[in-house]
């Protein structure tokens, strides 16, 4: 019984997708076109935290030992370094290296360096850290000062800020943009559906005299809305598959990102947390927007 009851409320829920095919057209279109916006601005919002991301990894501490530490101290100073709470990675500079970056630098004045090596060797041994999180910046720092063995430290620390300003700000954006096309979306499919539940009025004042439950009439244009949102889900999902994939491509063989370096992240990096969005998104607010529609017609 409980079976056939549960056939016949979706079996309701889709004829009327069918039935009302100008209601379910224009919801459809106005859902689809707030969706592909939804999915430009998620699609981007992620390249830019990717491309942070890369930056971030790149944005490295440098703590320089004491010039009268021995061997010894200087390993033991990088395990300590290792050990603090936030630090990624910690990569060790010698005298000798950080004399050809000096050299790599002064290419085309490399003479300016000559005397230098072995024993004159002016240049410290140091360590360049990165972080898990540029938000433990200044804690990292403050630990490895009380560190002993070290002689300073250098950082970007201004650049590390921006970075972080920047990361907060594109999250705090994409979240406003989510929320008011979520909104929009409801109350274009509430004023929609009530379309089709003030057409049927007649039908439901009806149902309600004979006895039937609220639920039992809400249940098939719960359907209908959760139905329309799927659809409109799926059809953005592909049209954004196949622009973002285009585009990606003529913007990665452009000379301008070569250039720079700045990858793309790949739809199919993207996919299972876009088709889980969408889909929520989508069966949420079809179904939102059918009860609000439905209000009305069943009070009491």
Not at 64 to 83: P, V
Not at 277 to 284: I, K, N, P, R
């Amino acid at each position: 019984m409980k079976y056939n009851i549960l056939g016949y409320l979706i079996g309701e829920g889709f004829s009327n997708v069918f039935k009302n095919k100008k209601s379910t057209g224009a919801s459809l279109m106005i859902m689809w076109a707030t969706m592909i916006i939804f999915g430009v601005f998620l699609i981007l919002s992620e390249n830019i935290n990717h491309f942070v991301q890369e930056v971030e990894s790149e944005q490295g501490i440098q703590v320089f030992a004491k010039d009268e530490a021995t061997d010894e101290q200087i390993k033991q100073l990088g395990e300590e370094i290792t050990r603090i709470e936030g630090v990624n990675t910690v990569e060790y500079v010698s005298k000798e290296e950080a004399l050809d970056q000096m050299r790599e630098k002064f290419a085309e004045n490399e003479d300016l360096l000559e005397g230098y090596e072995g024993e004159n060797n002016i240049f410290t041994a140091s360590y360049v850290v990165t972080l898990t999180d540029l938000n433990l910046n200044t804690q990292v720092q403050e630990q490895i000062k009380q560190l002993a063995n070290v002689k300073k430290i250098t950082n970007a620390n201004d650049v590390i800020a921006t970075l972080i300003d920047f990361a907060n700000g594109v999250k705090i954006i994409t979240g406003v943009i989510l929320l008011l096309l979520v909104i929009i979306s409801i109350f274009i499919i509430a004023n929609t559906i009530k379309l089709t539940v003030h057409a049927r009025r007649k039908e439901i004042s009806i149902m309600k005299y004979v006895g039937a439950t609220n639920g039992f009439i809400r249940w098939p244009f719960i359907v209908e809305g959760m139905i329309i949102g799927i659809i409109a889900s799926v059809i953005s999902i592909i049209v954004i598959a196949i622009a973002y994939n285009f585009i990606a491509q003529q913007m990665v063989n452009s000379h301008f990102m070569r250039t720079v370096g700045i990858s793309l992240v790949g739809f199919s990096e993207m996919f299972s947390s876009i088709i889980f969005v969408y889909m929520l998104l989508g069966v949420g607010i079809g179904a939102v927007g059918s009860i609000i529609s439905m209000r009305k017609y069943l009070k009491v």
